[in-house]
Each structure stands twice: as C-alpha cells, then as structure tokens.
C-alpha cells in the first residue's frame, strides 16, 4: 500500500510558475514509476511527466521544454516544477505511483488544483 500526498497548487498568471510535490509514504525507489496526471473539466485524465527509480523520464508534448519532472530519494518526494504556465494547463493535478510486479497496481493522491488565469 501507498499514500501519497499532493501540495503546491494553486491560482497562477499566465507566465508564471508552481512547484507541487508529492511525499510517498514508502520508499519510492521501490515504486517502478513516479508520474503526475491531470484531468481538466469534461476531458479524461493524461499523463504529464513520469520518472523511473533510475531518472528516466517522459513528458506530454504539450508540457514538454515547460514542466520538469524531479524525485528527491531521501525525502520520499517527487516534484513537478512548471514554468511558462497557459490556461491551458488547468486541471487537477494527481500524483500517481505505479508498481508493476506482473500486473500493474496504480496509487493515487487525493489531487491538487491548478488554476492558471489572468
């Protein structure tokens, strides 16, 4: 079992910047992947950016160049650091944990908003 924990959104200019972050409560170079998600009104949830126990890591084409994805190990925390903020990257922003040991378990935070509006 894995809780996680989201912070760090809130209402932002267009240009401007967050940092949210989710502290897992296990080790998360024992969880196969780190990502966050979004889901804005009326759309389906999409990946934004994944990272590995290793530091791989993958973006949306939309994110890509704006949003870093990070992991502090010694914290149990992964961050999601954007820049360069649209409107259109409002949304709730989840963190998601994935373990996959033969199937494939998926660990949700409770979700943080993001709202990006002059």
């Known amino acids: 079992q894995v809780q996680l924990v989201e912070s760090g959104g809130g209402l932002v200019q267009p240009g401007g910047s967050l940092r949210l972050s989710c502290a897992a409560s296990r080790i998360i170079g024992s969880i196969d992947v780190m990502g966050w998600y979004r889901q804005a009104p009326g759309m389906q949830r999409e990946l934004v950016a994944a990272?590995?126990?290793?530091?791989?890591?993958n973006y949306a084409a939309s994110v890509k160049g704006r949003f870093t994805i990070s992991r502090d190990n010694a914290k149990n925390t992964v961050y999601l650091q954007m820049n360069s903020l649209k409107p259109e990257d409002t949304a709730v922003y989840y963190c998601?944990?994935?373990?996959?040991?033969?199937?494939?378990?998926?660990?949700w935070g409770q979700g943080t908003q993001v709202t990006v509006s002059s």
């Open positions: 998601n944990g994935r373990i996959i040991r033969g199937t494939v378990i998926d660990y």
């Open positions: 990272i590995t126990p290793g530091g791989s890591t």
